[in-house]
């Protein structure tokens, strides 16, 4: 319910699919493996929760604290599961997880989908986005200062206003990506694969 709060809590492996935990405190709780698709963590508090390979899918992040949360493996991104042989999968839905405003501080995105993620003016301040699929993710705005972004995927995404101080992008992938040329306050991103 709305305003809960489940400090430290155990819940690995539960079944929160759909559930409203709007300005919940879940501060240092355990989701782990947990399915939390559907769900509504807007404005909650997940400072050091443990979410790692929690389905996420389609979940309102929106002004969530993620400050230090453990996020390696989770589902962040949307997909809609084939129904029946020759169905297609939605290609483009509407930015799933809405992660915008949100304070993923130092958190651990290694690997992390986040494929066409809303990161709107999001919060990633020294995240470990090694490996992570930001592939067409939106990241206007974004604060990516000391972020590591080692072999990430950002094709075509999104980094209008983005703050890259110190960002690592070693072998990143930021073929098609726009915005890049107004994002290099140190030179750490050179801009090659970028359109413009």
Do not use: E
Request: proline residues 2%.
């Amino acid at each position: 319910k709305a305003n809960a709060s489940c400090v430290g809590k155990n819940l690995s492996g539960q079944n929160l699919q759909g559930a409203n935990l709007r300005r919940a405190n879940l501060r240092g709780a355990v989701l782990r493996r947990g399915a939390l698709h559907h769900i509504n963590l807007r404005k909650a508090d997940l400072r050091k929760a443990d979410l790692r390979y929690a389905d996420l899918r389609k979940a309102d992040l929106r002004g969530a604290d993620l400050r230090g949360a453990k996020l390696r493996g989770a589902k962040l991104h949307y997909y809609s599961a084939r129904k029946k042989k020759g169905a297609r999968t939605s290609a483009n839905p509407s930015c799933y997880p809405n992660c915008q405003g949100a304070d993923l501080t130092n958190a651990n995105l290694y690997n992390a989908n986040l494929y066409n993620a809303n990161l709107t003016n999001a919060n990633l301040t020294g995240a470990n986005l090694i490996f992570a699929n930001l592939v067409i993710a939106n990241l206007t705005g974004a604060n990516l200062t000391g972020a590591d972004l080692t072999y990430a995927t950002l094709m075509h995404a999104i980094l209008t206003n983005a703050i890259l101080t110190n960002a690592n992008l070693t072998y990143a992938n930021l073929t098609g990506a726009t915005g890049c040329s107004t994002a290099v306050p140190t030179g750490t991103l050179d801009g090659k694969g970028c359109a413009n």
